[in-house]
Structures are given as C-alpha cells and as structure tokens.
C-alpha cells in the first residue's frame, strides 16, 4: 500500500475521532476542502509544512504516523 495513502487514511481516522469536518480542518491549516480530501485519499504529495499543521490540529506528533505505518509494513 502505498504511503501517502495509508498517512492520508490516518489523518482522516484522527480527524473524525476528534469529530473535526474536512472544512474546519482545511480551514485551520489554509488549504481547500478539496486538497484536504487528496491528501487523505492518498492522491495528494503534501509538503512538510502542511503534514506539520494537520498534526499541529489534530495534536498528534508528526513522528507517530510515520512510525506506525513503518511498523505495519514491517510485520507483514
């Protein structure tokens, strides 16, 4: 699976746990609605600024999401 998806997947898993909608968080970072949907589908290559706001938002350190999706693709 590729990367930029299963990062996007997390985001958009945290994003509805803290029951945060698209357009608020598209809105906190400075992004449209439309990027933010790219991004957590996996079709979006965002930059680092970007990872680093939706993180900032969703108060989640940036490092756990990478780790974890590293891990996945070690155990299998």
Not at 48 to 71: D, G, M, R
């Amino acid at each position: 699976m590729d990367i930029l998806f299963e990062i996007g997947k997390k985001i958009q898993e945290i994003r509805k746990k803290k029951n945060i909608t698209q357009k608020q968080l598209a809105e906190y970072i400075d992004i449209s609605k439309y990027t933010l949907s790219k991004i957590e589908n996996g079709r979006y290559d965002m930059d680092i600024i970007t990872f680093y706001k939706i993180t900032e938002i969703l108060k989640v350190k940036p490092y756990i999401l990478i780790k974890e999706i590293k891990n996945n693709k070690l155990n299998k």
